[in-house]
Structure formats: structure tokens, C-alpha cells
């Protein structure tokens, strides 16, 4: 599976997750729907599960006038799936990341939020770099 698949099927676990309180294992194979699963696939969807309070907290930092609650939940997971790989995937370059959140954001929502979520990361990957 390549990886835009793998961040793809991510974002429709996190937001089974999200929405109906699956558990990463049932998201997962909701999302794969028969399709074989991928090892990227679940590193994301259980990487950003187990990290879930840190990434929130992240991305809340970088919410101007907004909070969590306010945000769409599509958006916010697309949010949440780039946030873990600019904080824990040390294998992806952060604007590999940023760029992958937005051609997902442009496909799973519309253009205003693609750029609102290109905002919100480029603030988190500033902040990620002058640590």
C-alpha cells in the first residue's frame, strides 16, 4: 500500500474513532474494508491514538480564535494524523507531512480548509524546529 493510501485509509480510522468510539484494531479494519493491511497504516492510526493527548494539545497551541471543539471533525483529524508525523515520525520530512495533510484536506474537504490546515501545521513545524 503506498503511503497516501495507508494516510488515506488513517484519516477514515481516525475519524471512526472520533466519531463513534471505535478502537484502533475495529477503525482499522472498517477503513481497509478486505483490503490486506499495511504496517504504515497501523503505525499512524495507533501512533496518533496512543499520543492523542499531546497532539491535541499541539494543535491547540496553534488554533488562533479556534478551539478543538469548533472544528470540523474531518478537519481536525486530517490535523491530528499530520501532527503525528511532524512530532513522533522521524522518518518524514515535515513538509512531506504538511503537503500529504493537504492533498488529503483536498480531497476529504474543500480548499478553505486545506488552507487553514496548511497554517496550523507550518505554525507547528516552526514551533517543532526552533525546539
Known amino acids: 500500500m503506498k503511503r497516501r493510501t495507508a494516510r488515506e485509509k ?3 480510522a481516525l475519524f ?24 504504515y497504516l497501523e503505525k499512524l492510526v495507533n501512533g496518533t491514538a496512543t499520543h492523542l493527548a499531546e497532539i491535541d494539545a499541539m494543535i491547540s497551541q496553534h488554533l488562533e480564535n479556534w478551539t478543538l471543539d469548533r472544528l470540523a471533525k474531518v478537519e481536525l483529524n486530517i490535523l491530528r494524523l499530520a501532527a503525528y508525523e511532524l ?10 507531512a504538511i503537503n500529504e ?7 476529504f474537504a474543500d480548499e478553505k480548509s486545506a488552507k487553514f490546515i496548511n497554517g496550523v ?10 525546539k
Open 16 to 39: 471512526q474513532m472520533d466519531m463513534n468510539e471505535a478502537s484502533p484494531e475495529d477503525a482499522i479494519r472498517n477503513a481497509l474494508d478486505g483490503q490486506e493491511s499495511d504496517d
Open 87 to 96: 512530532m513522533y515520525a522521524e522518518d518524514v520530512p515535515a513538509n512531506v
Open 10 to 12: 488513517a484519516l477514515q
Open 121 to 130: 501545521l507550518n505554525q507547528m513545524k516552526d514551533s517543532i524546529e526552533s
Open 101 to 107: 495533510a493537504l492533498e488529503i484536506a483536498k480531497r
